[in-house]
């Protein structure tokens, strides 16, 4: 089947299309040169089709430019939504990092807040007065600005605007490339009052907004559990700002987060309800015309009052195109419906290629469609109770395989009892959206009906207890998994021919196979051995302590005070090298690293003047003269940590500067590593 579709045409013009996204996200082409290419390659592509004409052998070569035009055009949609690219935007109009901007913006998405910040996505109008386009990322201290601001909202701010940093620490999350990759460029925590305009920018995002709270005040107000209410907010309304931690972190470890985030399951779900509901209408020729539209409308007005998530586009996208198959009454094939929708999307959004939820999503999708058929050849209960269970079984597996690599590329973790969760949850889960939908119905009319309220409730509070009972088993759940892009490249390999393999075996996809095998081997002990040769020195970025490691080949020596309190700052450098903690030492005043003398000097500022440091390293606010200690000791380069005054570091700096030392900083400039 799978073979079948990538002789499709358009599954050819997709992977190109994808192709050319990827390849300009490295390369960060200039929209002028891909527009003009992909003008060239238009006259080339028409000139060589009526070529073909009148020599049919040239075909080949028609298709040949049929990819190439794809490639660039994926470029070209790519480069065009770059916004770092329009002139427009706020960031051409900040020349210093520490400048306070005036900004006019325009709320337009809540994200989770923090016990200290109230967090939104704002749309930038204008910037000290200047007309301005772009999104921000604002964070508004809960002590000095009120708790909550409706979507839509316009607002006077004042503020620095922060440019994003790289990751503080070797291996961290980079979280100004996921920001940017949502086309959010900067950050402002904003330090004076909120001017609030009263006019509102009244487009859909307000209206679903205003709906969205309308529904929720309701709950609200007929009593509902706080607990609860986060969660059925999330299933229906795909909100998960109000969810607590410990919530979000039992569905993660039970390998159920995936039903918090609106997807096909809930989309399914809603175009099954409608055409069951609509089926009662006349079966005319305008009628069902009518219903389609319907079905349109509710789809995607859900998917604006879900938020327009990457995960509820796709889903109401392709489910979209579903119901015109059923409209069409044709028989659609899944997987052009799949390519079709992925394709629509990435043409107007192509940043969406590299979100999580995205490709979470589409293999998630694909491999069920791809492998479940597989799976249900193999064993066909007579049951109807069994069948029913094995088909959520081969599901969850098919969904599993396929998003295994990518799960543990991106969170090195797996939930061992995802097939458990899945076949306790998954019917538990249509009875709580049934329930969820009507009573959101309902809500939304200002009538909250206790004989459903109250049965939706104890249905949530029951499934967050199986979830917490599933991820209290900790030994099912196996966390700290190394796993680089090799192994993921090499994984998807492994995973594609052996499903071939099991297909149709034969003694060359067999030999297939095994080779697959070797290569994701070959990635791991190659990775693993990488590591072993290399040996590194690490000032980590630490805040309010000091924190070294010196790493040789898989095993870390730390040299610190409480390394306990320092785990998590650890984790993801552990994890990247393939290596663990062998042993524990206090700080010292002096270290060797491959022939280079280290000189640590801490608050007691006690130094010998005799030696001469390669580095020398100021931690807890030594009051020295930096001056004098660049005399003495005449040391390559200067680096303080985290642990020290912010007066202190810039003093240092500025004395460093006129010295011509380099000078790190590990609190501007994030940890400092000798290798």
Request: net charge positive.
């Amino acid at each position: 089947m799978v073979m079948k579709v990538l002789h499709f045409p358009l599954a050819k013009v997709s992977l190109c299309f994808m192709a050319g996204i990827i390849c300009c996200h490295f390369l960060h082409c200039e929209p002028w040169r891909v527009l003009l290419a992909l003008a060239f390659l238009l006259v080339l592509l028409v000139s060589v089709h009526f070529l073909t004409v009148s020599y049919p052998k040239t075909k080949w070569f028609f298709g040949f430019l049929v990819g190439v035009f794809s490639f660039t055009s994926g470029m070209g949609a790519l480069s065009i939504h770059d916004v770092r690219f329009d002139q427009n935007h706020y960031i051409h109009h900040i020349k210093k990092s520490d400048e306070k901007h005036l900004l006019t913006v325009t709320l337009r998405e809540r994200l989770k807040s923090s016990a200290q910040y109230s967090r939104y996505v704002a749309i930038v109008k204008n910037i000290d007065d200047r007309p301005a386009t772009g999104k921000i990322l604002l964070h508004f201290d809960k002590t000095q600005s009120p708790g909550y601001f409706s979507i839509g909202a316009k607002l006077r701010i004042s503020g620095k605007i922060a440019l994003p940093k790289p990751p503080a620490n070797p291996d961290q999350f980079d979280y100004g490339k996921y920001l940017a990759n949502k086309s959010i460029l900067a950050q402002m925590h904003p330090y004076e009052p909120v001017a609030i305009n009263h006019h509102f920018d009244k487009d859909a995002f307000f209206y679903a907004d205003a709906l969205r709270n309308r529904i929720l005040r309701n709950l609200q107000k007929a009593h509902f559990n706080p607990t609860q209410l986060a969660v059925i907010a999330a299933l229906v309304l795909g909100q998960q700002q109000d969810i607590s931690a410990e919530i979000l972190h039992d569905y993660q470890l039970a390998g159920a987060i995936h039903i918090l985030s609106v997807s096909g399951l809930h989309v399914g779900f809603i175009l099954l309800f409608l055409n069951f509901v609509l089926d009662r209408l006349p079966k005319t020729r305008a009628t069902a015309v009518l219903k389609l539209c319907i079905i349109w409308f509710a789809l995607w007005g859900f998917a604006v009052l879900a938020g327009l998530s990457p995960s509820v586009v796709r889903s109401v996208t392709m489910f979209s195109f579903v119901a015109l198959g059923m409209h069409l009454k044709r028989q659609t094939n899944i997987f052009h419906t799949l390519l079709v929708s992925m394709l629509l999307i990435l043409l107007f959004e192509p940043s969406f290629l590299f979100d999580i939820g995205f490709q979470l999503s589409y293999l998630a999708l694909f491999f069920i469609l791809w492998l479940q058929p597989i799976f249900l050849k193999w064993y066909k209960p007579d049951n109807q109770i069994v069948e029913y269970f094995w088909q959520l079984l081969t599901v969850s597996f098919a969904a599993q395989i396929g998003t295994l690599p990518l799960s543990l590329y991106y969170f090195h973790q797996f939930p061992g009892l995802f097939f458990v969760t899945n076949l306790v949850i998954i019917p538990f889960l249509g009875v709580i959206m049934g329930l969820g939908v009507a009573v959101m119905l309902l809500a939304a009319l200002n009538w909250v009906p206790a004989f459903l309220a109250v049965p939706l409730e104890w249905s949530i509070a029951m499934l967050n207890k199986i979830i917490g009972w599933i991820a209290s088993v900790e030994s099912f759940i196996f966390e700290d998994i190394p796993f680089n892009a090799a192994m993921l490249t090499s994984a998807y390999v492994l995973i594609v021919v052996w499903v071939f393999c099991l297909e149709k075996c034969n003694f060359i996809r067999l030999v297939w196979a095994l080779a697959a095998l070797l290569l994701f081997e070959s990635c791991y002990f190659g990775s693993k051995w990488t590591r072993r040769a290399e040996r590194e020195w690490i000032v980590f970025n630490a805040r309010k302590t000091t924190l070294i490691a010196e790493r040789t080949g898989d095993k870390v020596t730390l040299h610190c005070n409480d390394a306990a309190y320092q785990k998590k700052l650890l984790t993801p450098f552990l994890i990247a090298n393939f290596s663990e903690i062998k042993a524990t030492k206090p700080l010292q005043n002096a270290a060797y690293f491959k022939s280079q003398k280290i000189l640590l000097i801490d608050s007691l500022a006690v130094y010998p003047k005799d030696v001469c440091p390669d580095v020398v390293v100021l931690r807890q606010s030594p009051k020295i003269n930096l001056d004098r200690l660049l005399d003495y000791c005449k040391p390559k380069v200067i680096v303080a940590d985290a642990s020290n005054f912010k007066s202190y570091v810039k003093r240092w700096e500025r004395t460093c500067n006129q010295q011509k030392i380099p000078f790190h900083a590990t609190a501007e400039k994030g940890f400092y590593r000798l290798k």
